[in-house]
């Protein structure tokens, strides 16, 4: 045998050697190794993604959009695969508007794989960030909340935070309903990466639209008299609520400062509550129609019963006079009213009695919640008859040493206005286009009773009324003006110098339709109901009763 052809002999030896391995190797890949292997594949290129649901709508009664959700993405990086990182800062951050040495730094860490650059970026505007193909960033599909109308209802409303969970507001108290369900969607890649198959394992669920019985063009006009309340009394804050009496739907509720929903974060924390449902005050003169509500259900009084008055009446240790000086003077229970007599209203209290004062302000609702789906909702103070000193019926009769929210005063006067039946407030009208519950009302006082506390209340816009210079043309209007010291925090005394100016009245007097609540806190240069708080009323009013097309009388 020749040298070639031991050469070719050791070749096909090795070949033969070669073919065994490789056929061995492949039977152990496809046996031993096989589900290891499999496992490997699917990993590489089956991939699973979680998609995000579409956050639900938010609209007012007519539908029109107060939040929405929008395509939007996170942009995140992985610092080590970033080849050029001053190039990368320089040109994503001519895109996004931020900082470049923030970017860079960003990019530069080496502490970890991951770090978001920003999130919650306009889609459009992310999509130009993906176009530069720079290794080493990343874009996550998620959505971006935004509030078309930026400042209305903003604090009712409320906010989400940069995971797309509800924060405040009805964001917050309905954010299982608004969330909706993420999906899952299975991604299969070929050999280089490029997707060759998309199914969807879990459909995302988008979240319900919630419409409100919020109008957008009543909360706007009510947000504007606010405003304009606010440069004149630079108070600490404001609030007014607008409702149907008769259904307890609410129309607006409006707070001052307003705050900007898409930059919640730019204003003060006072601000941003919902002042009408969380924030309690003394409701001075304003609480006065429920002393003598009380009374005329238990027949102490009527209407036209004569009280010849002192200028001032004492209770205990305690000296109660009127807001201005006066002689002896004789008035009627409808008087009392339409002149905010503190001594009338004491008076009357003290006939009433401290245990059937206190039956009916319970049976008003003070001192718990009103129920308005809202979220947050204080319940106010009101003491127990074993905890009245010797003057509290000196004080409670005309709304003082006592806390109510703005909610429960408009809840209660609704009472007064619909004819004798107290109502939860509601301000959600349908989820998902299934109408909410309406809600059942309870008799707390008998319709004669309630029609003439609407007389005497007429009274308070007459022309010897603490609101005479208020009034709507056409229109017969009702209500109380409240004026109440502040208690000092530092001394626990009533402030001399800080007040809540208020007023709460609905029309048309005789068969209201519209109810307007209105609390002024801490007004500056002018702090009385009747110059403050009623004037604001009557702007209101003067708008939303003709465009509510309720007809004058």
């Known amino acids: 045998m ?3 052809d031991r050469r070719i002999g050791l070749l096909f030896a090795v070949f033969i050697v070669l073919l065994g391995f490789a056929g061995a190797r492949s039977a152990f890949l496809g046996t031993v190794k096989a589900s290891t292997l499999k496992q490997a594949a699917a990993v590489q290129q089956v991939q699973t993604v979680t998609v995000p649901a579409r956050r639900g709508g938010i609209t007012d009664r007519d539908g029109v ?3 929405v959700s929008e395509p939007a993405d996170d942009i995140a990086a992985t610092p080590y695969l970033i080849k050029d990182a001053p190039g990368s800062a320089a040109k994503i951050s001519r895109i996004l508007g931020s900082d470049e040495n923030e970017l860079l730094k960003k990019f530069t860490r080496r502490d970890t794989g991951f770090v978001y650059v920003e999130r919650g970026v306009p889609a459009d505007i992310a999509a130009r960030v993906q176009k530069l193909k720079i290794e080493g960033i990343d874009l996550i599909t998620t959505s971006r909340r935004t509030y078309p109308r930026s400042w209305l209802a903003s604090q009712l409303i409320g906010s989400v935070g940069i995971d797309g969970a509800g924060l405040s507001g009805l964001e917050y108290s309905l954010d299982r309903r608004l969330r909706g369900h993420d999906g899952k969607r299975r991604l299969t890649n070929d050999a280089i990466g490029q997707p060759i198959a998309v199914q969807d394992e879990v459909r995302a669920r988008s979240g319900a639209t919630v419409r409100l019985t919020i109008d957008a063009a009543v909360q706007s006009k009510v947000e504007a008299v606010l405003g304009a309340v606010g440069q004149v009394y630079k108070p600490k804050g404001a609030t007014a609520i607008v409702m149907d009496p008769n259904s307890g739907k609410i129309l607006a509720l409006a707070n001052w400062p307003r705050v900007d929903a898409n930059d919640p974060g730019g204003a003060p924390d006072y601000a941003r509550q919902d ?15 429920f002393t003598v509500a009380g009374a005329l259900e238990e027949r102490k009084i009527t209407p036209d019963t004569s009280f010849d008055l002192a200028p001032t009446i004492q209770v205990a240790d305690r000296s109660i006079g009127e807001a201005e000086d006066r002689g002896y003077e004789t008035m009627t229970t409808a008087q009392i009213l339409a002149k905010s007599s503190n001594v009338g209203a004491v008076t009357i209290g003290l006939r009433l009695g401290r245990l059937k004062f206190d039956k009916w ?21 009101v003491p127990t008859p074993k905890q009245y000193s010797g003057s509290s019926m000196g004080n409670l009769p005309i709304g003082q040493g006592l806390a109510v929210t703005p909610i429960q005063i408009a809840t209660a006067y609704s009472a007064i206005a619909n004819g004798g039946v107290l109502r939860s407030p509601e301000v959600i009208d349908s989820i998902g286009g299934k109408p909410t519950a309406a809600k059942r009302g309870k008799r707390v006082i008998s319709a004669e009773v309630a029609a003439q506390l609407r007389t005497m209340l007429e009274g308070v816009l007459g022309p010897t009324g603490t609101a005479s210079e208020v009034s709507v043309p056409g229109y017969r209007l009702a209500g109380k003006t409240g004026t109440a010291n502040k208690v000092d925090a530092a001394t626990g005394e009533y402030s001399k110098s800080r007040y809540v100016a208020s007023f709460v009245g609905f029309a048309p007097a005789s068969d209201p339709k519209l109810l307007c609540a209105v609390m002024i806190d801490e007004p500056q240069g002018n702090i009385f109901g009747g110059t403050v708080a009623a004037p604001a009323f009557g702007q209101i009013m003067s708008f939303a009763l003709p465009y509510l097309r309720i007809a004058p009388k």
Not at 275 to 289: D, H, M, N
Not at 365 to 372: A, L, R
């Open 65 to 67: 959009q107060l939040a």
């Open 361 to 381: 302000v319970r049976t008003f609702g003070f001192g718990k919640p009103t129920g308005v789906d809202l979220p947050g909702e204080e319940q106010g103070i």
């Open 275 to 289: 002042l009408a449902t969380g924030t309690t005050y003394e409701p001075g003169s304003t609480f006065k129609a």
């Open 2 to 4: 020749g040298l070639t």
